[in-house]
């Protein structure tokens, strides 16, 4: 008797169990005005401001040719942001440029753009967790007397720590508000530094600015490549549209704050490291600010070393956010392995894309040399990406997709424009000066579109695959998230 009923409590509670991971959950709207410029801003603040400046440099050849640049980026990504904007209030579903895509060319042009897309986020994640390493180590130990790995292990273990933290979105977006202050402190304190250094020791190190500028112009579209990446990340928040409370008004004025605010920032920091250490010390040095902490404040300027690396972190913390989140929704779509659309039954919080994205960043960090060739490879992928977005939104416009409806909107001509410069950005520096981070990203989207054809188009299945799924879905307490609409 005690043997059957024990058996009939096993039974209820597997069916209890069971019933609970196949309700479908939804993204939980907790996303206000303020933590959507957080998330943006904390995106696009990273790693790149400290690193991209000598990118930039390295390839106008001058200071006052990469202020051009800086700021000219700076149009570029509130171009692009407002046209996501659009993009974003148009379509009403998280996701990205793959839901973007998806609706404005096809299915196969869209997961393409998805794993170049997941690619480009690992390899970004990877990066701004490589920077923060560095500069972690960069006051007590120098070039030559770093052990070898040293800066890539101690990334990893920051990449493993982002991701146990992002399991928690509370816990997450409390670090995300205050990374964004330490940020805007770290970056006004560079600032003020410069005049500071400038009413004490003058001005001479910004006489002749565009001595050495470069007349090649497709140096001049390579240095574009480093100074988007710094900007890299103001399409953040459209990747979360199902989770921004009053979407339709909050995605684009914090995408307009956010991209002025970096902006503004950006060409401010820049010429305060060529008025207190000057161009050669920028082309230099792979630790800039360190370089300029020193200069002006002696052995305490180390300590900027903290700040730059909590700032990398911050980035870390929400590209992992808004990251997983489209590999989610490509996923709930079919696009992908249905594990990859699973959520925490609890908190909807994508665990199994977030164990992907960590492990795909892990091995970026393992494979990857350099900063700026790494640098330059995630540039072109997401020029790639971004020709086919706006692309997309340019034919839905013309299609008058959703007119009827209200939403954020800009004129035609941006978008059609946006995309004449990327495809020039993508384009040029293959055609002038090819290389191997070219090579790398052609290659992986005809990949991607060969796995399109076989897996998705013509409906190819691994039946291994249901039980994995099933195993997991058990194990890790998950379901595949539902849409809003």
């Keep these: 008797m005690e043997k059957q009923q024990y058996a009939a409590d096993t039974d209820s509670a597997t069916e209890s169990r069971a019933a609970d991971l196949t309700v479908k959950p939804k993204f939980i709207r907790t996303i206000t005005l303020f933590m959507a410029v957080a998330l943006n801003f904390g995106q696009i603040v990273g790693a790149g401001i400290f690193v991209s400046p000598k990118g930039v440099l390295m390839f106008t050849g001058s200071s006052g040719l990469s202020l051009i640049v800086w700021t000219l980026c700076g149009l570029v990504a509130m171009a ?13 579903e998280s996701g990205g440029e793959w839901a973007y895509i998806r609706r404005g060319i096809g299915g196969g042009p869209a997961f393409v753009a998805s794993l170049l897309t997941v690619t480009l986020g690992s390899g970004a994640f990877a990066l701004v967790a490589i920077i923060s390493a560095e500069y972690m180590v960069s006051p007590f130990l120098d070039d030559c007397s770093k052990p070898p790995y040293l800066v890539k ?59 050495g500028t470069t007349t090649n112009g497709w140096n001049v579209a390579v240095a574009f490549y480093s100074g988007l990446f710094a ?12 989770e921004v409370k009053n979407y339709k008004r909050n995605i684009p004025l914090s995408i307009i704050i956010s991209v002025s605010m970096v902006t503004a920032l950006y060409v401010l920091i820049n010429i305060s490291y060529y008025a207190v250490i000057g161009p050669d010390r920028v082309l230099s040095s792979n630790v800039v600010v360190l370089e300029w902490g020193r200069a002006l404040f002696g052995e305490w300027g180390v300590l900027l070393s903290f700040f730059v690396s909590l700032s990398a972190l911050g980035a870390g913390f929400s590209g992992l956010y808004g990251m997983t989140r489209q590999m989610c929704c490509v996923a709930r779509e079919g ?48 020029g790639f990406v971004k020709v086919m ?97």
Excluded at 343 to 354: N, R
């Design 231 to 242: 900007y890299m990340g103001w399409d953040n928040v459209t990747n979360l549209t199902e």
């Design 335 to 382: 696009h992908t392995i249905q594990l990859l659309a699973m959520v925490d039954v609890k908190e909807s919080i994508p665990v199994i894309a977030m164990v992907n994205q960590t492990i795909l960043a892990i091995i970026f960090c393992l494979v990857g040399e350099g900063i700026v060739a790494m640098l330059n490879f995630l540039s072109f992928v997401g």
């Design 389 to 485: 977005a706006m692309f997309s939104l340019v034919k839905l416009k013309l299609q008058k997709h959703n007119d009827n409806e209200e939403r954020f909107r800009v004129p035609l001509i941006l978008p059609i424009l946006m995309t004449l410069v990327y495809v020039y950005l993508a384009v040029v520096p293959i055609i002038n000066n090819p290389n191997w981070y070219h090579l790398y990203g052609i290659l992986l989207a005809v990949i991607f579109f060969v796995i399109y054809i076989v897996f998705i188009k013509f409906n190819s299945r691994v039946s291994c695959f249901d039980r994995v799924t099933l195993f997991v879905q058990r194990l890790m307490g998950v379901a595949v998230i539902d849409k809003f609409m």
């Design 153 to 211: 292990m101690l990334a990893i273990a920051l990449m493993i720590l982002i991701f146990y933290i992002n399991t928690s979105t509370n816990l997450v977006q409390k670090i995300v508000k205050v990374t964004l202050v330490v940020k805007v402190i770290t970056m006004l304190a560079i600032v003020l530094g410069a005049f500071y250094w400038m009413a004490k020791e003058g001005t001479s190190k910004l006489t002749q600015p565009f001595q």
């Design 80 to 92: 692009s942001a407002v046209c996501y904007a659009e993009l974003a209030t148009m379509l009403k």
